[in-house]
């Protein structure tokens, strides 16, 4: 049974940075690619960020590119989430997922994700 739990949300002071885990269990974390959802009050649930299997392919959203990165333990078996120069905007509630599939490269729709977090919220104050 996979299991995703996320950490390291919480408040945070717009320019401010926080970063965000996801410690995965129940099957080989170094096949499958990971990426980051969040979801605003009121808002579609809306695609953050994708790392490949092995770390070497990221993805990002228009919206935090630049800002945001992502990276993988595939010792630990988790990927974070660094978020630097929070925005208002940012704030939300993320959540790690993990791709259906052990396919390479990443993938920005949540679609290809099968499992899923509890999601942390993340406030960000201005």
């Known amino acids: 049974q996979v299991q995703l739990v996320e950490s390291g949300g919480g408040l945070g002071q717009a320019g401010g940075s926080l970063r965000l885990s996801c410690a995965a269990s129940?099957?080989?974390?170094?096949?499958?690619?990971m990426g980051w959802f969040r979801q605003a009050p009121g808002k579609e649930r809306e695609f953050v960020a994708a790392i490949s299997w092995g770390g070497s392919s990221t993805d990002f959203a228009a919206s935090v590119k630049g800002r945001f990165t992502i990276f993988r333990d595939n010792v630990k078996n988790t990927v974070y989430l660094q978020m630097s120069n929070l925005k208002p905007e940012d704030t939300a509630v993320y959540y790690c997922?993990?791709?259906?599939?052990?396919?390479?490269?990443?993938?920005?729709?949540?679609?290809?994700?099968?499992?899923w977090g509890q999601g942390t919220q993340v406030t960000v104050s201005s």
């Open positions: 129940g099957r080989p974390f170094s096949h499958y690619g």
């Open positions: 997922a993990q791709r259906r599939t052990a396919s390479s490269g990443t993938s920005v729709s949540d679609q290809e994700y099968e499992y």
